[in-house]
């Protein structure tokens, strides 16, 4: 494989697999080309022409050798002593589950897509579209002054391509994560874990003291409408929507992370919180795209967090 057709692989299971539904998110698209034909030429000059196909601004090719792939070192984050790691390993590629480069500069745009999952849930639109706006914008500000580039001009001096793959592998995650449920309907909170637990990457996270956990509310609970708005689009929400989603009917929330803040904000509005773990969800979402990958017969070494169990019999 090249590393275009690993990236508009992933991109396409991203949208398959995005909780606003396939459609909608082409319809986004749409109107994403029909703003871009507005512009004037010095604009579209400006214009990173990646968002006509690809909705998520946190998922982009950074270095490109135009080299076959064969052997790709995977990890959560990617650092310094990874590409150690991947020039001392020879490897094709490296992909970082994280944002980095103008994928991390860019990573609070792939936020809005909680907006959308939450009016699945119920939540009105305009009241999560509008306390969404003053938690991008301090995503905005806070990533601004950070040094993004660092790591992709370091590949570039080693020769290595370098991709990095977000809010894609995180809507595997989500959808995984809500068939199972779907399909057991759990009635408690204990019953939530416990299947929860029963997945592989969860149970690995388990044994390393990283395991699920509840932060809010009991095992002896009932779950009510569980809902997904925790686990994908760019990084956690505003902690004034948990009073919104409660009004809404949401009596559950499965996410990977959760600050402090929030955790209150979900406790004071009754609302349980089930917090499956990052690295073993972040884990998750990415094995379920290299499982795609290696059945083309290319060598994955995981590293950075990244536990990696196999879906597919060879």
Do not use: W
């Not at 275009?4 to 396409?12: G, S």
């Not at 991390?104 to 809005?112: D, G, L, T, V």
């Not at 609970?221 to 902690?239: E, L, P, Q, V, W």
């Amino acid at each position: 494989m090249t590393q275009q057709q690993i990236y508009d692989l992933v991109i396409r299971m991203g949208i398959k697999a995005d909780l606003r539904g396939e459609s909608r998110v082409k319809k986004l698209l749409v109107r994403t080309k029909e703003k871009y034909e507005r512009l004037n030429k010095e604009q579209k000059e400006e214009f990173d022409q990646e968002k006509l196909t690809n909705p998520y601004s946190d998922t982009r090719i950074l270095v490109d050798t135009n080299k076959p792939i064969k052997k790709i070192l995977v990890g959560i984050d990617i650092a310094g002593a990874e590409l150690y790691l991947a020039d001392k390993l020879k490897v094709d590629l490296i992909i970082s589950h994280h944002p980095l480069g103008k994928a991390f500069a860019a990573s609070h745009e792939a936020m809005h897509l909680q907006a959308e999952v939450l009016e699945k849930y119920g939540v009105p639109i305009n009241i999560a579209e509008s306390l969404l706006k003053v938690r991008i914008s301090e995503v905005s500000r806070g990533v601004h002054p950070i040094n993004h580039n660092r790591i992709v001009d370091a590949a570039k001096i080693l020769g290595i391509g370098l991709m990095c793959v977000h809010t894609p592998a995180d809507n595997l995650v989500a959808e995984f994560l809500e068939s199972k449920i779907k399909k057991a309907k759990p009635e408690y909170v204990g019953d939530l874990m416990k299947l929860i637990n029963d997945i592989p990457e969860y149970k690995e996270a388990t044994k390393i003291s990283a395991g699920p956990k509840i932060f809010t509310g009991n095992e002896d609970n009932r779950c009510g409408k569980i809902a997904m708005t925790d686990i994908t689009g760019g990084t956690f929400g505003s902690s004034k929507i948990y009073v919104k989603m409660s009004q809404a009917g949401i009596g559950t929330v499965v996410g990977m992370h959760m600050n402090e803040e929030s955790k209150k904000k979900a406790e004071t509005a009754h609302i349980n919180v089930v917090i499956a773990g990052h690295m073993s969800s972040d884990s998750l979402g990415i094995n379920l795209f290299l499982d795609e990958i290696e059945k083309k017969g290319i060598e994955i070494i995981s590293c950075s967090g990244l536990t990696r169990i196999k879906r597919y019999k060879k």
